[in-house]
T-cell receptor, first 114, second 117 residues
Framework: AQSVAQPEDQVNVAEGNPLTVKCTYSVSGNPYLFWYVQYPNRGLQFLLKYITGDNLVKGSYGFEAEFNKSQTSFHLKKPSALVSDSALYFCAVRPNTGGFKTIFGAGTRLFVKA | GAVVSQHPSRVICKSGTSVKIECRSL??????MFWYRQFPKQSLMLMAT?????????EQGVEKDKFLINHASLTLSTLTVTSAHPEDSSFYIC?????????????FGSGTQLSVL
């Protein structure tokens, strides 16, 4: 079955330190990969996506993600965390089968402490 | 940027009543919208794909007669939870497919918290 795993329920990091939010997936073929962020009482906001090309993708708010095909991972990173980055982050995968159906991970709550 | 408006943001209803949730694309036309259900500390679960002018496509295990979806125009899709029961209490989120080509992506509404008493 196709799935997306975010192994950490919560990630805690001090402001100014680098952060990593992990994501691995089990989807056949060459899927499209996404990261979304959700703030309280808000819908999901698009951060970045990987379709093809350079394995390091840069997105909104200074976030980037690294695609690793052999490990089927797409970890979200940021060199220096801000308190305002505290939110719920979702990794998502869209199988490259012509449709637009997207599979989401369970989400990882990022808490950045001042 | 593209905006999706979802209304209401919160609704409390009695068991047995029906609740309608609206999802509007404000500044773009969306031929395809999606409805998700999100349980606490769990992922978004796709319920159905809503296509303008045609019947919605439901995911396995989702009751079509309970979760009625209507996509009558290019900017509006509605989800009606019929004869709601406490187990239907959840956070419902819609998204709309927008943009062109490489910029095509999903735009999400802010969600509706449904509480059935």
């Amino acid at each position: 079955a196709q799935s997306v795993a975010q192994p950490e329920d919560q990630v805690n990091v001090a402001e100014g330190n680098p952060l990593t939010v992990k994501c691995t997936y089990s989807v056949s073929g060459n899927p499209y990969l996404f990261w979304y962020v959700q703030y309280p009482n808000r819908g999901l906001q698009f951060l970045l996506k990987y379709i093809t090309g350079d394995n390091l993708v840069k997105g909104s708010y200074g976030f980037e993600a690294e695609f690793n095909k052999s490990q089927t991972s797409f970890h979200l990173k940021k060199p220096s965390a801000l308190v305002s980055d505290s939110a719920l982050y979702f990794c998502a995968v869209r199988p490259n089968t012509g449709g637009f159906k997207t599979i989401f991970g369970a989400g990882t709550r990022l808490f950045v402490k001042a | 940027g593209a905006v999706v408006s979802q209304h209401p943001s919160r609704v409390i209803c009695k068991s047995g009543t029906s609740v309608k949730i609206e999802c509007r694309s404000l500044d773009f036309q969306a031929t395809t919208m999606f409805w998700y259900r999100q349980f606490p500390k769990q992922s978004l679960m796709l319920m159905a794909t809503s296509n303008e002018g045609s019947k919605a496509t439901y995911e396995q295990g989702v009751e079509k007669d309970k979760f009625l979806i209507n996509h009558a125009s290019l900017t509006l899709s509605t989800l009606t939870v019929t004869s709601a029961h406490p187990e239907d209490s959840s956070f419902y989120i819609c998204s709309a497919r927008g943009g062109q080509g490489a910029n095509e992506k999903l735009f999400f509404g802010s969600g509706t918290q449904l509480s059935v008493l």
